[in-house]
């Protein structure tokens, strides 16, 4: 597989923030969010056989593996990695950019998938695949990164415009304002969850944190 980075962490977003986990980042993106704050994983990289990556895994101390990118399901061997962890005994949570089917990847209740939906302000051309909503698990949940308000009013629009009982994680875009988006949200009856990057607030803007 083509990896960016594998590095030791807090989870620092979504529902199982502040969980420590292995992070192993893969290289390569099918879509450039405007916003992105991993450009470094679109080139370069480097090839690390599946055995390896896995010996990696086995040896970690951590429970939790979150496999990330770039866009970590472009990988050809994305679904190997992933069955690979879980005969480890591992638990796996996958971010994803919500354009690349994620039906393969429900196979176990040990993965939780993270799956995004993109705002405006990404300026990506590639559509969310509507399918994968029939996928969604009540373990998994959706993330729309707001960075102004024509986001916080998309996102309104598409937690309203579909089933109630999908999990919901509202994020800034980093340096944008949190307050904004909570402010707006204890005024809807929407139960959706606004969350802030620990990672960020802990390290700052760095790579392989
Ligand atoms: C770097 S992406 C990698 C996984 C996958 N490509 C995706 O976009 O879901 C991981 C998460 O970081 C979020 N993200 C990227 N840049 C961000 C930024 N500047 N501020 C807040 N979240 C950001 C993405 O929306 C995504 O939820
Ligand atoms: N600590 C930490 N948590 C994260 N959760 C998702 C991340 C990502 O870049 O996919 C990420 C990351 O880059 N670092
Ligand atoms: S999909 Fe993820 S990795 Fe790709 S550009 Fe967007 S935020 Fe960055
Ligand atoms: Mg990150």
């Known amino acids: 597989m083509l990896i960016t980075e594998i590095f030791h962490s807090i989870q620092g977003e979504g529902t199982l923030i502040g969980i420590p986990m292995l992070f192993v980042r893969t290289n390569v993106c099918n879509i450039r969010c405007e916003w992105c704050d991993t450009k470094y994983s679109f080139y370069g990289g480097r090839e690390i056989a599946l055995s390896d990556i896995l010996n990696i895994v086995k040896e970690a101390k951590e429970q939790w593996v979150c496999f990330t990118g770039g866009e970590p399901l472009v990988q050809r061997d994305a679904l190997s990695f992933v069955e690979g962890s879980l005969k480890l005994g591992k638990k796996i949570l996958i971010e994803t950019n919500g ?18 939906v993109k705002s405006p302000s990404a300026k990506v051309r590639k559509p969310f695949l509507e399918e994968n909503l029939k996928y969604i698990r009540d373990t998994d949940y959706l993330k729309i990164v707001i960075k102004d308000r024509e986001d916080l009013d998309f996102a309104i629009n598409f937690i309203r415009g579909h089933r109630k009982n999908l999990n919901y994680v509202l994020q800034p875009a980093w340096g944008s304002d949190i307050r904004m988006i909570a402010d707006a949200i204890v005024e809807t009856d929407l139960n959706v969850r606004v969350l802030p990057q620990l990672h960020k607030i802990m390290y700052g803007e760095m790579r392989g944190v």
């Open 99 to 116: 354009t690349v089917p994620i039906r393969n990847f429900t196979i176990s209740d040990n993965i939780v998938l993270d799956v995004d």
